[in-house]
């Protein structure tokens, strides 16, 4: 049986806040950031009350939807950014998704990013599960993460269809 873990949007928002001051303490001011679909677009938007800096969107599929969420062959693009907009051209960009797993979308989102015209890469996610990783993070390339947690199914609150159902686990988990 896998173990799981409940989230709150209270939760989440205090772990992002503390996430943006490490990103604010770090060597390198990001213009932008680009968020990857679905998981990164609301870690990216609270981020965007601390960083003060505009949200691009990519979107991948890597895990398949009608195989009760299991790997597919390789990461495919469903919408990019192409051509790269002028805006971002030689700019700081930091990459956003909510959980760091096995690495693959990231490394692919990042080795596609390495191919354009874009100033320092940074990644920032909002929990880096402790686990084997897949797929690989270049070491130019910044990385925070807001939390380290167990490799456990974790219940995000933008995924849930009864928000007080999921509070409600939420509650029940803490210590």
């Given at each position: ?114 191919r354009e015209h874009l100033g320092e890469i940074g990644v920032a996610v909002l929990h880096e599960k402790i686990k084997e990783k ?42």
């Amino acid at each position: 049986m896998v173990q799981k873990i409940w989230y709150t949007y209270d939760d989440i928002h205090q772990v992002l806040k503390a996430l943006a001051e490490k990103i604010t303490a770090g060597s390198v001011k990001f213009d932008a950031m680009i968020a990857i679909g679905g998981g990164g677009f609301i870690p990216a938007r609270i981020l965007r009350c601390f960083l003060n800096i505009p949200i691009y969107a990519v979107t991948t599929a890597y895990y398949d939807g009608d195989s009760d969420g299991r790997p597919t062959d390789a990461v495919r693009k469903i919408q990019w950014l192409d051509p790269l907009p002028e805006s971002l051209k030689g700019k700081n960009v930091l990459v956003v998704d909510e959980v760091d797993d096995s690495r693959v979308t990231m490394e692919f989102v990042l080795n596609e990013l390495r191919r354009e015209h874009l100033g320092e890469i940074g990644v920032a996610v909002l929990h880096e599960k402790i686990k084997e990783k897949t797929g690989s993070i270049p070491e130019d390339v910044h990385y925070f993460s807001g939390i380290t947690v167990e490799d456990w199914w974790i219940n995000y609150p933008w995924d849930a269809c009864d928000i007080v159902e999921h509070n409600r686990l939420a509650s029940a988990a803490k210590p």
